[in-house]
């Protein structure tokens, strides 16, 4: 087991650090939460409003079921228990971009409760799995937004995203270094994106975490924490915990003491300040809302939600290894992003590779058969290399390449039955990507299919000996490393269309 603890060796010894991360997930819905307003991002200020989300008397909210559906998915995916009895709580306050004057959340009974997140913190290694646990999730509305910036003497406020549904994914203080944090976050997310309950887009806000951060003597009591507010990267979630761990060490050390207070990131300075302390925290007077009728979820709709679950990374993850053998990298890769494993498993479908999921709770797979492996594996090193290296090229991602999985497995294929040498299957790729269309077709109209005719070979290669005697001269004399420059002249004089292999062969002939 890999010890990524994060320690900072302070005058007074070392100290270690101690995260916990509550995620707002946006939940991927048309309608809000509790009102048919559009969720649509980007729309002008205020144009997706209803009264209820205006808070005008007397509108009252109807809960969107799907809000509800999307919730319960996720706490399945995350192994977590499943309430069957949940309710709606007011949290009062007073803010701008906040009409009703209270929040509607979950406080005392949240629709999920407590499950885990299996995270990596070396790629190639399952032995560096460490599991994070989730204490809670509970669905509650967002707030409007102030613009301060429009003019020099006015505020705005844009009301679009008032009572769009939020899940609060609250983590346990399991995390020990920024590297966990961000190993946790790329982890939910990647999980929320298969799940289809977040788009995960963060910097459009759809996912933001609050940081709580503590720090303390190794294996010592917890220590006060401090909040670091809506952090919308993984980058500067990691940058706020080590500012904000080396800034309590300072301020313990110096005699100080930690304060529990709300903070904010300073994207510009890389920092954290201080917004308020927990002394003029507000009370938020909670009490069940009773405009609300308590959720309680049926047996058919538990059922439903867990059966729409797709295979998650974790499991596609293993079966990638154990069952079309591919390496623990590949395997990572393939299947951190759901686009890309859709992708790579359209290819599969296409080179006709049959694996399938485990059944659930088996925990075993069936290895697929070693040809399907081999495709498999070549499948994903393709994959991998180049179409990903053209892919960053083209500043393109995996979902609209120009190359549709269908055309690659064909390509793979031409490759295969050595229609196509390895170099050639490159050129025709490069082909594909610039006017799109079908590999065979280019094959065909660009004469490009490699020949494996030993006469017209042995032609070339009598050609090419005859134009160099003094090489031949020194290569039958003992020096060997000529033999290449007589591979490379026999290619270039075929155009690159020679089988290597039998010009290898047939070259060794001519030469011995
Ligand atoms: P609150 O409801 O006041 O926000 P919680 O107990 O629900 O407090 O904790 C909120 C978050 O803070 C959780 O993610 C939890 O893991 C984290 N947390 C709690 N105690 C500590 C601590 N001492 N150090 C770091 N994180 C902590
Ligand atoms: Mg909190």
């Known amino acids: 087991m890999t010890d990524s603890t994060y320690r900072i060796h302070g005058a007074t010894g070392e100290w270690e650090v101690v995260i916990g991360l509550e995620v707002h997930a946006q939940i991927s819905t048309r309608a809000k939460l509790f009102s048919g ?7 002008e200020p205020n144009s997706q409003v209803s009264l209820v989300d205006a808070a005008m008397p007397g509108m009252l909210p109807v809960p969107n079921r799907e809000c509800i559906r999307q919730a319960v998915r996720t706490g399945m995916a995350l192994e977590a228990r499943i309430n069957p009895w949940s309710r709606f709580d007011r949290k009062n306050y007073f803010y701008a971009d906040l009409p009703q004057g209270y929040q509607i ?29 989730i204490e809670r999730i509970h669905i509650e509305q967002d707030a409007g937004k102030l613009m301060h910036d429009q003019h020099p003497s006015f505020s705005y406020v844009d009301l679009n995203r008032s009572g769009v549904a939020l899940m609060e994914i609250v983590s346990k203080p399991d995390m020990r270094s920024p590297e966990e944090a961000g190993a946790y976050v790329r982890k939910l997310r990647s999980i929320l994106r298969y799940v289809g309950s977040c788009d995960g887009n963060m910097e459009q806000g759809s996912m933001r975490a609050d940081v709580n951060v503590s720090v303390r003597k190794p294996g010592g009591e917890l220590g006060t924490r401090t909040e670091t507010k809506n952090v919308n990267s993984v980058r500067f979630i990691m940058a706020a915990i080590e500012y904000e761990a080396n800034r309590q060490v300072d301020v313990l050390e110096g005699g100080g003491k930690i304060v529990q207070e709300t903070r904010l990131f300073d994207p510009d300075k890389i920092e954290t300040r201080s917004l308020r302390s927990k002394e003029e925290a507000h009370d938020y007077r909670y009490f069940p809302d009773p405009d609300l009728l308590p959720v ?33 990298y590949n395997a990572t890769v393939l299947t951190a992003e759901v686009e890309t494993a859709r992708w790579f498993e359209a290819l599969l479908a296409g080179l006709g590779v049959t694996s399938a999921p485990a059944e659930p709770g088996a925990g075993a ?6 040809e399907d492996q081999d495709k498999a594996k070549r499948a994903a090193n393709w994959l991998l290399s180049d179409l990903f290296g053209a892919l960053n090229r083209l500043g393109r991602s995996i979902e609209d390449s120009p190359v549709s999985p269908a055309q690659a497995a064909e390509l793979l294929g031409l490759v295969a039955d050595g229609t196509l040498s390895g170099t050639l299957g490159k050129q025709v790729f490069e082909i ?19 020949t494996s005719d030993t006469g017209a070979i042995e032609k070339v290669i009598a050609e090419v000996l005859a134009a160099n005697p003094d090489k031949v001269a020194e290569y039958r004399s003992g020096k060997d490393k000529l033999f290449g420059f007589f591979v490379g002249q026999t290619m270039r004089a075929m155009a690159g269309k020679g089988n290597p292999q039998v010009i290898n062969d047939l070259l060794k002939k001519a030469l011995a």
């Open 37 to 43: 307003a559009s969720t649509e991002f980007g729309a």
């Open 432 to 450: 594909m990507l610039e006017t799109g269309g079908d590999p065979a077709k280019i094959v065909e109209e660009r004469g490009l299919k490699q």
């Open 296 to 328: 309680e979820l049926s047996d058919d709709f538990l059922i439903e939600c867990r059966s729409s679950l797709p295979e998650l990374p974790d499991a596609k993850r293993r079966r990638y290894e154990n069952s079309l053998g591919l390496s623990p």
């Open 105 to 133: 959340s979950q406080l005392y009974h949240p629709i999920v409760g407590e499950g885990e997140i299996e995270i990596l913190l070396d790629d190639k290694d399952e032995g560096s799995a460490k599991t994070v646990g």
């Open 365 to 370: 797979w069936t290895p697929a058969s070693a």
